[in-house]
């Protein structure tokens, strides 16, 4: 009975996820569907984003959240638009969600749509948003060993952002380990070593957003 | 019909839960329920306190995870007995889980149990373990808005550690921030800010346990 129910939410998921995909690919938008533990800096993340690129590309943002409209509201600070889903409690976004929010941006002209899941290392790695690349987030607070411990994020991903790596030395964070058991998981995983705070190493990051804008036209 | 089903889970749930927490009463055995985001520091606390507490307290842990045996490793080589339970992908313990998993325990004259829940700070606050007691751990690196994102889970704890003050200063963590929003949703909530790096302020935490174990004595 739990395992039909759960089918069936997953299936329903999987409709609008597919929908969600297809209108993606047409309008050649990148849509990203980035996924991390609450705290790992993924806002800063697209604050800086914003900041850098937003000269260069067309960016907005759907932010999911439990409760609050605290990261929407620091992503329309930085001129970017930016659409707030509080799930009341629920531990990851659906694909219904995606659809609903999206409606509320104009997306004329947009090339990168960023949803910024739940901060959650678990539910949301299972959930198909309909997005085209996805892009985990970890911070080197949480520790090196968390690849293996909360693999499923990991092994679905297109890119990892290993944040925070102004405070890798005072946290004791292996890079050669979380990049090992990454690259165990997932052989594809482009990894780029990151600090949103300093900015530094995000340029790799901002390029690889150009680059994957550019195919998705061709 | 999702609504029925999810009841019957938590009933189910429930009943298990409600087994253990008298089981726990009777016996003396002051059982807490440890949640916290990935990379808190969960198991470092607990490494910690195995070796403060070891000689006037007799300390097990169940352990859960994901994936790995990695954490109750850890714990065994303080000299601790630890159960890992592997949730191979789900978010969140259950009591049925702990009946279980306590089951493989020697737990003659045991004076506190501790379950080191999945790194969740979603999920694993809706599910009653029958626990005496609820500890919350907040890592400074995840950011001072954490309590207002994520509601649950510090409404419902006796305790919150703030955990990682070491790094407070790199991370711009206002501990006043922190503490207003944590005390909005919870005016009896003990916190105590602590670093299970260097040890500093642990001691009140080791006090709060043992004052909490004689308390379940009387």
Redesign the interface.
């Known amino acids: 009975?739990?395992i039909k129910?759960e089918q069936k939410?997953l299936a329903k998921n999987e409709d609008f996820a597919s929908a969600n995909r297809k209108y993606f690919k047409r309008n050649n938008i990148l849509c990203i569907n980035m996924i991390s533990?609450?705290?790992s800096g993924k806002t800063t993340i697209l604050e800086q984003t914003a900041k850098a690129l937003k000269n260069k590309l067309n960016i907005a943002v759907i932010e999911g959240?439990?409760?609050?409209e605290?990261d929407a509201d620091r992503i329309r600070k930085t001129g970017l638009q930016a659409v707030q889903i509080e799930t009341k409690?629920a531990?990851h976004l659906s694909a219904e969600q995606i659809t609903k929010a999206f409606h509320k941006l104009d997306a004329e002209k947009l090339d990168v749509l960023v949803i910024e899941n739940?901060?959650?290392?678990?539910?949301p790695s299972d959930f198909d948003l309909g997005e085209l690349r996805r892009v985990v987030v970890l911070?080197t607070?949480?520790?090196d060993?968390?690849c293996?411990?909360?693999?499923?994020s990991f092994a679905q991903a297109d890119v990892l952002l290993i944040n925070?790596m102004?405070?890798a030395k005072?946290?004791d964070f292996k890079i050669s380990k979380a990049k090992r058991d990454a690259r165990k998981l997932n052989k594809q995983l482009k990894i780029f070593e990151i600090s949103a705070k300093t900015t530094a190493g995000m340029d790799k990051w901002f390029n690889w957003l150009l680059k994957s804008c550019k195919e998705l036209r061709k």
């Open positions: 009975m739990r129910i939410i533990s609450p705290g959240d439990l409760y609050t605290y409690g531990c739940v901060g959650n290392l678990v539910c911070s607070a949480e520790g060993d968390k293996a411990k909360y693999p499923g925070k102004d405070i005072h946290v």
